[in-house]
Each structure stands twice: as structure tokens, then as C-alpha cells.
């Protein structure tokens, strides 16, 4: 059982450079989420699915977009890096969402230091 | 939305000595409040959460506690050691939410000298 595993763990990409960054749970979990984490910022919400097929939007969306074709993947993607997102991306999942009770905690991958020139 | 505040945002304590690191939230409908622990180089990794209905919550040298009026919680390391070295992040979910979002605190960098 991995947990919530990313890849890539480093890239370095220059301005305009597209690429996918790629999340994998294998716990089963409905929820998946995407978050960005910046010196002195915190962790803040990007993307989030509820389920297979579905996606919207967190805190921060502008310049990424998401998909969740199969249960257990979560894709963001930059179709047009910036300098501005460079950033260390984290993954993570939970069982399900509030009014589940013990199903909510949030399990995070090791994350992706992206960094753009 | 909901507005999380941390603090303090670095602590520095000796080995065997207390760390208290506080937070407060805005939204009187958040119902959750988890506590995650990030080392160097991965990912955060949950240690201890609360829920609204309780006021504290122990687990061997951590401790949370809930003020539900005054809205703040606060973590509690008792005994510290050097392998508690890490940022904690606190976070609060609203009740009622259709995602489950958290809303994270920024963060508080914790060293314990030996």
C-alpha cells in the first residue's frame, strides 16, 4: 500500500513549456485535491475532484487545468508555465468528504518542486 | 470563506521543554480542525485532529485543544525531542461543506535545540 504517490519529484521548465504533473492513490479515496505551496503561504487549494469524472475549482486555478479519468489518478497540468508557478505542488486524497465523519482526513503525497525560468 | 491565522510562525525550545503553537479561525461553522506535521523534503502528515464536540484531544505527547467561544485551538508537544523538528500547519473545515476543504493556517517552523 504506497498511499498517495507524485511524479515527477523535480522538473525545471521554461516559460511556456507545457507539462502534466501526474497523482496516484491506491486506497480507493473519492476525493483527490491539488495544492500549491509557496514560502510563507501555506497550502493552497488549486483543483479538486469529488469523484471519477468530475473536477472544479480550489483557491488558486488560473493557468492549470485538472482531469480525473480513472478512480485512482489526478492530473494538473500547466499548458503555459510561468515563472509564477514556480512552486512545490502536493497531491493528497481523502475517503470521502464532511458528513462522513472519520472518512474526511486528507492523506498528502511527497510532493513536485516545479520550477520555472 | 474561512480565514485561518498561525502563530507563532518559528519556535525554538530546548529538549524536554513545552511547545504551544495557536491558531484562530473565522467561521463559527467550521467543525473540524486537524493538525499536520511537514518534514524537510515530503509531504505533510496528519497527527492529531478535533472535532467541534470535544474541547481536547490527547495522544502520548501531543495535545489539542478547542475553544469553541473564543474560536482558537491550540497544539500541545509536551517533552519535546529533536525528531519534532518540522512546520506544523494547523487547518479548519466548515461544517456543511460539499468538498471538505481545509483551510490551512501558514505555518509554524519548529526547532528543538538538544
Known amino acids: 500500500n504506497a498511499g498517495v504517490t507524485q511524479t515527477p519529484k523535480f522538473r525545471v521548465l521554461k516559460t511556456g513549456q507545457s507539462m502534466t504533473l501526474l497523482c496516484a492513490q491506491d486506497?480507493?479515496?473519492?476525493?483527490m485535491y491539488w495544492y500549491r505551496q509557496d514560502p510563507g503561504m501555506g497550502l493552497r487549494l488549486i483543483h479538486y475532484?469529488?469523484?471519477?469524472?468530475?473536477?472544479a475549482k480550489g483557491e488558486v486555478p488560473d493557468g492549470y487545468n485538472v482531469s480525473r479519468l480513472k478512480k485512482q489518478n489526478f492530473l494538473l497540468g500547466l499548458e503555459s508555465a510561468a515563472p509564477s508557478q514556480t512552486s512545490v505542488y502536493f497531491c493528497?486524497?481523502?475517503?470521502?468528504?464532511?458528513?462522513?465523519?472519520?472518512?474526511?482526513?486528507?492523506?498528502f503525497g511527497p510532493g513536485t518542486r516545479l520550477t520555472v525560468l | 470563506g474561512e480565514n485561518v491565522e498561525q502563530h507563532p510562525s518559528t519556535l525554538s525550545v530546548q529538549e524536554g521543554d513545552s511547545a504551544v503553537i495557536k491558531c484562530t479561525y473565522s467561521?463559527?461553522?467550521?467543525?473540524?480542525f486537524p493538525w499536520y506535521k511537514q518534514e524537510l523534503g515530503k509531504g505533510p502528515q496528519l497527527i492529531i485532529d478535533?472535532?467541534?464536540?470535544?474541547g481536547e484531544k490527547k495522544d502520548q505527547r501531543i495535545a489539542v485543544t478547542l475553544n469553541k467561544t473564543a474560536k482558537h485551538f491550540s497544539l500541545h508537544i509536551t517533552e519535546t525531542q529533536p525528531e519534532d523538528s518540522a512546520v506544523y500547519f494547523c487547518?479548519?473545515?466548515?461544517?456543511?461543506?460539499?468538498?471538505?476543504?481545509?483551510?490551512f493556517g501558514r505555518g509554524t517552523q519548529l526547532t528543538v535545540w538538544p
Open positions: 475532484s469529488v469523484g471519477e469524472g468530475t473536477t
Open positions: 478535533i472535532r467541534s464536540n470535544v
Open positions: 487547518a479548519a473545515r466548515i461544517r456543511g461543506s460539499t468538498l471538505g476543504r481545509l483551510y
Open positions: 486506497m480507493n479515496h473519492e476525493y
Open positions: 467561521d463559527s461553522a467550521s467543525n473540524y
Open positions: 493528497a486524497s481523502s475517503r470521502g468528504g464532511p458528513g462522513q465523519s472519520r472518512t474526511d482526513t486528507q492523506y
